[in-house]
């Protein structure tokens, strides 16, 4: 199956509406680690930190990031906030593990929080005199509305859609994030209008993947045994890549902005899911944002603009779904094997989060 998004406007939308790449939507947080009742870290967080530092590095078009906090905001980013608000602080994560990590890591058995909240993003903070080639929804503590995500739909061709923004909801007592159906949400009828759907594992059951693959492409992450991507005719597994895990925070995000790079580049679906999974593994390697070796990234971004360089590459043209895997998958497995290599390595022992990167 083949379907392919155009990344150019018709001449009348061309006449009215300045067009970019990617339109990031989701507020930046502040992350507490805590080990047991002792916290060990603190970080800047949010789907939008971790997505930016993928689609920055390898993306071949702007993009413009829509992320609201509050005026306690304290981290230097790449993309500020568009919007500070009067009326609330930044939103604020709590992540519990266990006073004694397995294997000196973090690993998923982790209790998270949701201690405070900033206002949510409304349809009115997106920009209206600009279009765009595709939109990622990432939102994680329930600041893109569902009104927000329809407005989305409209701006941009198509839209990629984390599953954690849908159905988390929070204790009112303590702020315990909690699953929901997503059939009870607001965001169930957008279904059909969604391009990509990503959920973890643990969210996968309460997504109902064999109804949401009817509307849309759905990824499901499963960690260190790579992804499931399920499609109205079919499904197949993309390989993982071996990471030693210490904070599992920000992987799926990190996922999400390789995919995206992968498919503006013109990678078949399969293919793109590599990517994403191939820096999903690196982040979880770190604690909070990860910092990527620049000589890891040249390499990726070389080998990227190689295949968009072919003749069935689609760089510039078009997103195309192609749900098979392309014949050099396993070659590009064994390239980003490699580039891994180069990357740097945190000292599992170190939980402060301004340590230095030791590279190999």
């Known amino acids: 199956m083949v379907r392919e998004y155009g990344v150019d406007g018709g001449p009348q939308q061309q006449q009215q509406h300045k067009r970019l790449g990617g339109l990031v939507v989701g507020n930046y947080c502040h992350d507490v680690l805590f080990r047991g009742d002792l916290p060990v870290g603190e970080t800047l967080g949010g789907a939008a930190s971790f997505v930016s530092n993928v689609l920055d590095a390898l993306a071949p078009s702007t993009s413009l990031y829509v992320a609201k906090v509050g005026a306690d905001f304290a981290y230097a980013v790449p993309h500020p906030p568009r919007i500070v608000s009067s009326s609330s602080h930044t939103t604020l994560f709590h992540a519990h593990f266990p006073p004694v990590p397995a294997a000196g890591g973090y690993h998923d058995d982790r209790v998270l929080r949701r201690v405070r909240a900033c206002d949510p993003i409304f349809p009115a903070d997106l920009p209206d005199e600009i279009r ?9 503590a329930g600041e893109i509305l569902p009104e927000t995500l329809a407005r989305m739909i409209d701006l941009c061709r198509v839209v990629l859609v984390d599953a954690q923004g849908m159905i988390r909801s929070f204790d009112p007592v303590d702020g315990t994030v909690r699953l929901v159906p997503l059939r009870s949400t607001e965001f169930f009828h957008l279904l059909p209008r969604i391009g990509f759907l990503k959920a973890s594992a643990e969210e996968a059951p309460f997504v109902d993947i064999e109804e949401a693959r009817k509307w849309c492409c759905v990824i499901v992450t499963h960690g260190k045994d790579g992804c499931r991507v399920y499609w109205k005719d079919g499904e197949l597994h993309v390989s993982p890549f071996h990471a030693d895990q210490i904070d599992p925070t920000g992987a799926g995000d990190s996922f999400m902005g390789g995919f995206v790079s992968g498919l503006v580049w013109g990678l078949p679906v399969p293919d793109a899911v590599l ?25 990726v971004k070389e080998e990227l603009e190689r295949r968009a360089a072919q003749p069935s590459g ?30 740097c390595t945190v000292n599992p022992t170190d939980l402060h989060t301004n340590q230095d990167n030791q590279c190999q």
């Open 314 to 343: 689609s760089c510039g043209r078009t997103i195309s779904l192609v749900f098979h895997k392309s014949d050099t998958h396993e070659d590009f497995l064994e390239h980003l094997t490699g580039a891994a290599k180069l990357t």
């Open 275 to 299: 990517l994403g999974n191939f820096f999903g593994s690196l982040t979880v390697t770190q604690i909070g944002v990860p910092k990527f070796d620049q000589r890891m990234l040249q390499n």
């Open 132 to 140: 765009f080639d595709y939109g990622l929804a990432v939102g994680v």
